[in-house]
């Protein structure tokens, strides 16, 4: 039973990493990559789908990226989304594809990039505290445990999440240091 809620725990330690890792990807730092463009949605015949299922996006150059939709007739669509998207992008349309180059950022631009990282950063943190929370009462709530058994599994459940939190931490330094530096 403990080692289920051990378990649990460390999965749920996982995916709260994982979803920090997914939105910092989407932070830009000055340099073209096909994932910047993946919260763009893009009305494919009547339903909103992801960007990366109805077109290929590539990497031109460093401030290039080209999104080259597999129905021709989605050029103008794909735009449209691209504009519209929060990203700050100006596509262009040169009808088979689409254009996407990256602007620059500028110092202030950096550092709210970096707040919103850190802030990112923190959810992920209060995610992984979460998953301590629900696994402590779970412990607590087995009979017939022994408090040096109940003790030992509760150090596991920190030890767990103090490792995640570097995990997080570590990420997040490494995305720091990419968005300061830039291209």
Same mark, same amino acid.
């Given at each position: 039973? *403990?080692?289920? *809620?051990?378990?649990?725990?460390? #999965? ?54 080209? %999104? ?11 735009? !449209? +989304?691209?504009? *519209? ?30 707040? *919103?990282?850190?802030? #990112?950063?923190?959810? /992920? !943190? ?8 629900? /696994? ?31 995990? %997080?931490? +570590? /990420? +997040? ?11």
């Amino acid at each position: 039973m *403990i080692d289920e *809620i051990l378990q649990d725990a460390e #999965e749920h330690y996982a995916h709260a990493i994982e979803a920090f890792r997914r939105e910092a990807n989407k932070l830009r730092t000055g340099r073209a990559s096909p994932t910047l463009l993946d919260s763009v949605r893009v009305d494919y015949y009547g339903t909103a789908t992801p960007l990366n299922q109805a077109a290929n996006v590539t990497v031109v150059d460093a401030r290039l990226l080209q %999104v080259k939709p597999w129905d021709r007739k989605m050029v103008a669509a794909i735009e !449209k +989304a691209i504009m *519209i998207s929060d990203l700050g992008l100006t596509p262009s349309n040169r009808g088979e594809v689409v254009l996407v180059p990256i602007p620059a950022l500028t110092g202030e631009r950096r550092r709210e990039m970096v707040k *919103i990282l850190k802030s #990112e950063a923190e959810k /992920a !943190k209060m995610s992984i505290r979460s998953g301590r929370r629900d /696994a402590i009462d779970l412990l607590d709530t087995i009979e017939n445990l022994s408090e040096d058994d109940l003790h030992r599994a509760k150090k596991d459940v920190q030890d767990g999440v103090d490792a995640a939190v570097k995990r %997080v931490d +570590a /990420a +997040a330094g490494e995305k720091e240091a990419e968005i300061l530096k830039g291209p």
